[in-house]
């Protein structure tokens, strides 16, 4: 069943890379619902260019995705990582500047992410995981904080840093790139990126 889900997953990959490579760079939304407070979200995205990216949460305070879907307010207190193709961090967010986001109507707090950097061409992973579960070292291979089932509960539910119950829903926005995909389990990854980097490979061959 694991096996399968990976095919899955890399078969959405290629097709999100496939049809994106007549197309000019694009937006893509997701969105999902935690079962644990210290779980992550992958999210695996190419770049044929040099572009700027912007990574873009929208479930802790709400408002209208790149989707034109009403994203509702409530959401946990959202941490973000990003990683080259070969696991290594190039840089995290824990709040973004309330000039870029909203503030949540409960707390009053600026705690969704928007994450705004320059990328060569390549394949990138995002995480998303809630607030205080941050990424251990400079390799996505490190693992996160929480990580393991003795953590689970680690903040006795979906808590955000000032204190305020929230719930396990979330929304993320990848904007101006060629494909982007939401990653099942970390171990799919690394098929995914060796899926993706095939393509490119074939591709490449074909145009010489």
């Known amino acids: 069943m694991f096996f399968t889900q990976q095919l899955k997953t890399i078969a959405a990959a290629l097709t999100l890379g496939l049809a994106a490579t007549a197309a000019s760079a694009a937006n893509f939304s997701f969105s999902g619902n935690f079962e644990h407070d210290n779980d992550v979200q ?28 009403e994203i509702a307010s409530g959401g946990f207190d959202p941490v973000l990582n990003l990683f080259d193709a070969t696991g290594q961090q190039l840089g995290k ?9 909203a503030a949540d109507p409960t707390s009053e ?19 998303l995981q809630q607030y205080k579960n941050f990424a251990i070292g400079s390799n996505l291979a490190d693992g996160f904080a929480m990580d393991g089932v003795a953590h689970q ?8 840093y000032a204190g305020y119950k929230r719930d396990a829903h979330w929304a993320f926005d990848i904007l101006n790139v060629d494909s982007a995909v939401q990653v099942a389990e970390p ?22």
């Open 93 to 101: 967010q824990d709040d973004a500047e309330c000039s870029l986001v």
């Open 109 to 127: 707090q600026c705690w969704d992410t928007f994450y705004i950097t320059e990328l060569a061409a390549g394949t990138y992973t995002a995480s």
């Open 187 to 208: 171990e799919s990854l690394a098929l995914v990126g060796l899926g993706l980097f095939a393509m490119v490979a074939l591709r490449r061959r074909r145009q010489t």
């Open 153 to 160: 509960n680690f903040r006795n539910g979906f808590v955000d």
């Open 42 to 69: 992958l999210f695996s995205f190419t770049v044929s260019a040099l572009t700027s990216v912007s990574l873009r949460s929208w479930s802790y305070a709400g408002g209208t995705n790149a989707a034109g879907t």
